[in-house]
């Protein structure tokens, strides 16, 4: 069972950055399939992007495609979201999760969460 610790969230302007971080403990990442989703008030959990074991491919929701990098160091078990030219729509709690199971990775249905990070983008 792995254990899921996200960091780097903040208040920001529009247009700036920020990288969130999800440190893994109790197993190795390498085994698991890993993703990035985010909440804001009043909605849906919604998918942001997902990584492969390795690292490779990668996907992305439309909505940050082209502005955000995931990415994952397995030897610091630690993945990554990097996010550029942040919008005020991107303000959310974001999530890391993780799964053993490549069909629950495609279906984006993950096993292990985070507690979440608070990114706020203001305009």
């Known amino acids: 069972q792995v254990q899921l610790v996200e960091s780097g969230g903040g208040s920001v302007q529009a247009g700036g950055s920020l990288r969130l971080s999800c440190a893994a403990s109790?197993?190795?990442?390498?085994?698991?399939?890993m993703g990035w989703f985010r909440q804001a008030p009043g909605k849906e959990r919604e998918f942001v992007a997902g990584?492969?074991?390795?690292?490779?491919?990668?996907s992305y929701a439309e909505s940050v495609k082209g502005r955000f990098t995931i990415s994952r160091e397995n030897a610091k078990n630690t993945m990554y979201l990097q996010m550029d030219s942040l919008k005020p729509e991107d303000t959310a709690v974001y999530y890391c999760?993780?799964?053993?199971?490549?069909?629950?990775?495609?279906?984006?249905?993950?096993?292990?969460w985070g507690q979440g990070t608070q990114v706020t983008v203001s305009s």
């Open positions: 999760a993780a799964t053993t199971n490549l069909r629950s990775y495609r279906g984006r249905t993950y096993d292990y």
């Open positions: 109790g197993r190795g990442i390498s085994s698991y399939y």
């Open positions: 990584i492969m074991l390795s690292g490779s491919p990668t």
